[in-house]
């Protein structure tokens, strides 16, 4: 005969539940108020409470208070996605080598798979956001070029997944960065030479020929990273 369930083993359960009513309904939905929900799964509302902060942390739900309150259906996105995946990963000490290097790499991919979007509405956007460029004089505003470009490729190529992955490791980065990638004036010189010919490359068209420019910038980036690994200790390539 099965033993009872354990405590985590209801709340995992009611987890799943909830999940799939989140998920049959429209986002911003009310699902239910917390008595609706304990009794039409059966378990206690201390459980429902559980199972909802899970779900609220993972950006499944919303709860209100109050007039019309009650538990109501949400959409992770990717930049929550992103952020608590950051965190584990901070939390894990995943070096910022790896970072680099997983950002770099998804690059080579979404740089070539831009230079075939058709919308001409984003190709105008980045066009438009390459005229900053030569403004960008410090880390600070490198960054937020940077973020803003990235946004721009991915309504261009729409691949959820490698925008997820593209997002953790740019956060993950961020937030344990140790090796200044370009340093002084002919760092700030040579990214801006990098970005113009990238951003080039897509609006011409030429996946070849973006790519090639990503890759070249990879290149780049990981031979001074090698070369500066002394100075920032950072672990030996696996």
Known sequence: MAGKPSKE??????????????????????IGSLPEIARALGVGVVTVQQAARVLEHEGFLKVRRGNGGGYYGARPNAASLGRAIAGFLQINQSHEREAIEIMTLLDCDLIPAAALATDQALRARLRSHAQHIDACDTAEQRATFEQEMQDIIYKMVDRPLM??????TMQHHASASRFPVYIGTEGTERWKRERHSIIDAILRGDPALARFEAQRRREDILQRLALGQADVNLPPPA
């Not at 925008?163 to 953790?168: I, Y």
């Open 9 to 30: 083993g209801l709340v995992a359960v009611a987890v799943t539940k909830m999940k799939d009513m989140v998920l049959a309904q429209e986002p911003d939905t009310q």
């Open 163 to 168: 925008e997820m992955l593209a997002r953790v």
